[in-house]
């Protein structure tokens, strides 16, 4: 635990001196809701119906550029072997890189939704209790498996292409999810998206528990 | 096993030809192409059978780390997707005349499409990772992490509209495979289908051991060579 915490610690300051990621995050995540509304090109009657997909794909494809960045840093005078090294058990490395991603993934968050409910014109304020509720559900779950194979792919030799052709398809049960329990919050509440909240709830807990047992046999050496 | 399965593959994948296009009376509404049915069920059973075979080689190569699991695991995922690829192939063709559309986002063809891309991302991760032990630990991680996502996939995708037919596990007024020449020839194919995916991945996992061997052997003599010189 206090190995997690310091691990955290590491992360959350390594990025605070740089703010590397959360430079490109911030950008890439402006650019790629412009993106994909301006492609859709909706009349202001459609546009709210688009957010909960813009603001989700766009959230997924930063956070996959975000999480690998941190990996990849990572790999630059063997940061990793260190880790490795120091008498720490890997649960606890994956614990506290899981919980830098979900900090990191957080200010992706908060760039992407209220640009995407601004664009398109819907009004997050008066559900916004429900929505940080599912974001934060959609975060976690995303978090748990990009740091799994953020660490797995960074140690290929196809690393740059490898973690979004393995992850994307791992993810779609979590965007199907989230992008329903969104709609419903916009539509009127959390209640009528019991089915997707349960999706994600067992997405975060089953890949988060997989992800503790399973990360010791990516990093071993 | 190599002795045994080409001949028992040869009479049932001919067995289940004849029933097919012979025996199986016509269906009522969809006519000829409903035939392909045979086919493509059985496809996505062996298909499914093999994902699972992946994730049961995965943990026993994590486990114990015996190589025959890992190729195991690499066998079964190819035929795993080849088998996947003739449900996605054969599926539009039926669709087509029926639904009118090749493809649509049904629950069922969502989780067949999104189970594809996993195993092809797992034999990507195989073919561009690199060569060495670490890999293989790898993609058991993958092989693992993706058959626990399938159970979240399937509730997931019944979040989306679907039109698909059930006709195994619904079977009301008149649906279904009423005609029991019907059954014999699903089963049938089912079973050709299968011993066809055994027989190549007993295959498959043979090449794989003797590439190994060919590896361990250029290694030995370049390693004699350089004594030699």
Excluded at chain 1, 129 to 141: E, R, S, W
Excluded at chain 2, 197 to 215: D, G
Aim: net charge neutral; hydrophobic share 60%.
């Amino acid at each position: 635990m206090r190995g997690a915490l310091a691990i955290l610690a590491k992360d959350l300051r390594i990025e605070w001196r740089t703010r590397e990621s959360l430079a490109s995050v911030f950008v890439l995540g402006v650019l790629l809701v412009i993106v994909l509304a301006v492609a859709h090109d909706p009349t202001s009657e459609a546009a709210p119906a688009l957010v909960p997909a813009v603001m989700w794909v766009s959230f997924v494809f930063t956070g996959i550029v975000g999480i690998q960045r941190g990996f990849l840093l990572e790999r630059e005078n063997d940061c990793l072997a260190g880790l490795l090294s120091a008498p720490l058990d890997p649960a606890d490395i994956y614990a506290g890189k899981l919980a830098a991603n979900v900090v990191l993934l957080a200010v992706t968050q908060a760039v992407v939704v209220p640009l995407a409910g601004i664009f398109l014109h819907a009004d997050l304020w008066p559900v916004l209790p429900g929505l940080l509720v599912v974001l934060l559900l959609g975060n976690v779950g995303f978090a748990a498996l990009a740091t799994l194979f953020g660490a797995l792919a960074a140690r290929t030799r196809a690393r740059e292409t490898l973690m979004p052709v393995l992850l994307l398809p791992l993810l779609v049960p979590l965007l199907i999810g989230a992008v329903q329990a969104t709609q419903a919050v916009l539509a009127g509440g959390l209640g009528a998206a019991r089915e997707a909240v349960a999706v994600l709830i067992a997405f975060d807990v089953i890949f988060a528990v997989a992800g503790w047992l399973l990360f010791a046999y990516v990093v071993r050496d | 096993m190599r002795r045994v399965l080409p001949p028992l593959v040869c009479v049932s994948m001919l067995a289940a030809l004849w029933l097919v296009f012979m025996a199986v009376p016509t269906e009522r509404e969809m006519g000829i192409v409903q035939r392909i049915f045979y086919f493509h069920v059985a496809s996505a059973w062996v298909a499914f059978l093999g994902f699972f075979l992946v994730a049961g080689a995965s943990v026993v190569y994590l486990w114990n780390g015996t190589r025959a699991a890992d190729r195991l695991a690499e066998a079964a995922a190819e035929v795993g997707v080849l088998f996947c690829t003739l449900v996605l192939i054969t599926g539009p063709i039926w669709a087509r005349p029926v639904w009118g559309v090749w493809w649509t986002w049904d629950p069922r063809l969502t989780m067949t499409v999104i189970l594809w891309a996993i195993y092809a991302s797992y034999l990507m991760l195989r073919a561009f990772g690199g060569e060495d032990e670490a890999v293989r630990r790898y993609a058991a991680v993958l092989g693992i992490v993706g058959v626990l996502d399938i159970p979240l996939i399937r509730v997931s995708v019944r979040l989306l509209r679907g039109i698909h037919p059930s006709v195994i596990t619904r079977n009301e007024g008149g649906s279904g495979l009423v005609d029991p020449w019907m059954r014999a020839g699903l089963g049938v194919s089912s079973l050709a289908l299968l011993l066809l995916a055994a027989w190549l991945i007993a295959l498959r996992t043979r090449t794989a051991r003797l590439a190994e061997e060919v590896v361990a052997l250029r290694r030995e003599a370049l390693a004699r060579g350089g004594e030699a010189a």
